[in-house]
């Protein structure tokens, strides 16, 4: 039996985390949170594993690139799986913010299609077989 694929989403907007938890969730196993410092306490208690953060990057409080530096002093392995999502791509203070990052960096509005298949590539989980062939 297949691996299901875990995917934490980190979005200060409610219905932008929970649109992005209800898209993915009938292929992935999704959680989502509005709480930068609970996505924080999840990610570096070593009790849970995710194999994909979609993580806003202008968030209150903890944004995005101080989450990824907390978590990659603790857990580096897990900060390379963050893929930073923003309404912001080309705002000059979001791209400073982003210097030095090597980690995926995707624009709002999403291509869910497209992030499917980058969720996919990311965890080699094949789409489900949509045909009766095989």
């Known amino acids: 039996m297949r691996r299901i694929a875990r995917v934490l989403i980190v979005d200060d907007e409610l219905l932008v985390a929970e649109s992005l938890r209800r898209v993915l969730a009938d292929?992935?196993?999704?959680?989502?949170?509005?709480?930068?410092?609970?996505?924080?306490?999840?990610?570096?208690s070593?009790?849970?594993?995710?194999?994909v953060i979609l993580c806003d990057v202008m968030m209150p409080g903890i944004d995005g690139v101080e989450l990824h530096a907390r978590v990659s002093?603790?857990?580096p392995d897990i900060a390379a799986r963050f893929i930073f999502v923003t309404g912001g791509i080309l705002l000059p203070h979001v791209q400073t913010r982003l210097e030095g990052i090597s980690n995926l960096v995707l624009a709002k509005p999403?291509?869910?299609?497209?992030?499917?298949?980058?969720?996919?590539?990311?965890?080699?989980?094949?789409?489900p077989m949509s045909s009766d062939a095989g």
Request: no cysteine.
């Open 27 to 44: 292929e992935f196993e999704v959680t989502a949170t509005t709480e930068p410092a609970v996505a924080l306490a999840r990610l570096t």
């Open 73 to 75: 002093r603790v857990a």
């Open 110 to 127: 999403f291509d869910f299609a497209g992030l499917r298949e980058l969720i996919r590539r990311r965890t080699s989980v094949r789409a």
């Open 46 to 51: 070593g009790d849970e594993w995710y194999d």
